[in-house]
Structures are given as C-alpha cells and as structure tokens.
C-alpha cells in the first residue's frame, strides 16, 4: 500500500488549501483513512479521521469547524480541506490508512504512512 500526499504550501493567515492523498496498492474501500500533523519539535498530533464509507468522520479540538475532511473511494483519495488557517496549523500534514473498523486517532492504530507534505502558515 502506498500513500502519496500533496497540496501542501505556503498560505497566509484566513486562506483555505486542500491536501490530497492517493492511496494505491490494495482497494482503498477497506481501510479507515487519517490525517495527522507534525510541527517542529512537537510530537505528532491527530488532525481528522474517515471510516472506510466516509460517512462518519472526526476532529480534533483544534481543527473542528475549520477542518473537513473527505473520500472519493471510485478515485482512490482522500482530502483534507483546511480553512481559516492560522499559523499554528504550520506543520508536516501525513496521511494514514488503518484496517481497522470504526474512527481511529492514534498514530500506533495505523498500518500504512504517506511522505508528508508541509503546511506552513504565515501570520
């Protein structure tokens, strides 16, 4: 399984930016889907989790209402749009994928990693 994440960039405060993250390798319906976020010096943190349907999803405190995220299983990706940014959402943004039912929010719940892609968020 591979993971390959994308959209990342330079915003300024407000702006929106979507990431993407393709999924190849086994049928990506079967896996429970997660972004996580690392900053400088700071452990990773979970951002946003998907079931395998997309029909439930979940947040962390920080992101709710500003944060969606997204499955498009006939196109093998999932996204993460990301409004009202702040600079304290800098960070490298991963996508997870787990084979687990249910939401998941812990980084050892997850089986396959993407590269990251950075967010970085100026004020």
């Known amino acids: 399984v591979q993971l390959q994440a994308s959209g990342g960039g330079l915003v300024q405060a407000g702006d929106p930016l979507r990431l993407s993250c393709a999924v190849s390798?086994?049928?990506?319906?079967?896996?429970?889907m997660g972004w996580f976020r690392q900053a400088p010096g700071k452990e990773r943190e979970f951002v946003a989790a998907?079931?395998?349907?997309?029909?439930?999803?979940y947040y962390s405190d920080s992101v709710k209402g500003r944060f969606t995220v997204s499955r498009d299983n006939a196109k093998n990706t999932v996204y993460l749009q990301m409004n009202s940014l702040k600079p304290e959402d800098t960070a490298v943004y991963y996508c997870?994928?787990?084979?687990?039912?249910?939401?998941?929010?812990?980084?050892?719940?997850?089986?396959?990693w993407g590269h990251g892609t950075q967010v970085t968020v100026s004020s």
């Open positions: 390798g086994r049928t990506f319906s079967t896996y429970g």
């Open positions: 998907i079931t395998r349907g997309g029909f439930s999803t």
């Open positions: 997870a994928a787990n084979e687990r039912i249910g939401l998941r929010r812990a980084p050892h719940e997850y089986d396959y």
